[in-house]
């Protein structure tokens, strides 16, 4: 395999993790947030920071990221979560400027806006592929648990679920820290594949485009956030002549997509073994039809 085909691979991964935490907090949840960005931000520095500042070793900084995210989600979230409306998108939106800022401003420790230079290059094919298989696990056993159907149960109807004595809060920190968890992940693999990180990477148009992808693939389904991704982190490397185009493209994307399919790409179906069964026996049948004629 040619380093560039990985390195294509890698990205795919690296941006699956990102939007599969996007996918439990607003495709399942219905929390719609824009700083999953910055909590990515808070991953890759962290990890970045301990692997070459501290020389922890690679899978400590990876958790090391993914705990500071995790522990600044939950703060954040038990201060907003329990505001109505678009406050809580709002809030979002300015944690993730905030971040970005702030990195900015503390440049003896990050580099400020010139950027976090150095890091060491540990993350692989192998590490990604594990990284994604494990989140892909994770979320689908989230969400098919007690605690998943809760969830569900929120972004059907919030007060409905209040009155069955769902604790909404508590359901909407959880699928929040998971989110700024996965994020944080992506941030640690993304920092130490590309071995240098700037503010500016994990910017309002990261968080939109995380977003944007999940409505895209289906708001409630795992199977249509990793299509989703696929396609839109491939469409600019096929359309490298463009790629200067992509938030545009995203969003005439959105506009068809909410057009033509409401739901997504795959609204709320997932892909089985058994519709993988029923399409190669479809594909097998047609193929039959046409060698006979």
Do not use: W
């Not at 599969?20 to 808070?42: E, I, P, Q």
């Not at 359309?239 to 068809?256: D, F, P, Q, T």
């Amino acid at each position: 395999m040619s380093s560039y085909l990985e390195g294509i691979i890698i990205l795919v991964g690296i941006n699956i993790i990102a939007v599969l935490g996007v996918s439990v907090l607003t495709g399942f949840t219905r929390l719609f947030s824009f700083g999953n960005a910055g909590f990515m931000a808070v991953g890759a520095y962290t990890s970045a920071i301990l692997t070459t500042k501290y020389h922890t070793p690679f899978i400590i900084s990876i958790f090391g990221g993914m705990l500071v995210a995790a522990l600044i989600s939950f703060a954040l979230g038990k201060l907003t979560l329990g505001l109505k409306g678009d406050y809580f998108l709002i809030t979002t939106l300015g944690f993730g400027e905030c971040v970005r800022v702030l990195i900015e401003f503390l440049d003896p420790i990050t580099g400020g806006a010139r950027g976090y230079a150095g890091i060491p290059q540990k993350t692989d094919l192998t590490v990604v592929v594990i990284a994604v298989i494990i989140c892909i696990i994770i979320t689908r056993n989230l969400i098919t648990s007690k605690y998943g159907r809760n969830i569900m149960a929120i972004r059907e109807q919030e007060l409905a679920a209040e009155a069955v004595g769902i604790n909404t809060t508590y359901f909407k920190l959880l699928s929040f820290t998971v989110s700024a968890v996965f994020a944080g992940l992506a941030g640690a693999l993304f920092a130490h594949y590309f071995m240098f990180i700037t503010p500016g990477m994990f910017n309002l148009d990261k968080s939109a485009e995380l977003t944007i992808t999940v409505v895209i693939g289906g708001l409630g389904s795992i199977t249509g956030s990793i299509i989703a991704t696929t396609i839109l982190t491939l469409l600019p490397e096929i359309l490298r002549a463009v790629a200067n185009y992509r938030m545009l493209l995203y969003g005439i994307s959105v506009v068809l997509i909410i057009i033509l399919k409401p739901n997504g790409l795959m609204g709320y179906k997932e892909l089985s073994f058994e519709t993988i069964k029923r399409i190669k026996d479809f594909i097998m049948r047609k193929r039959k039809e046409v060698m006979a004629r």
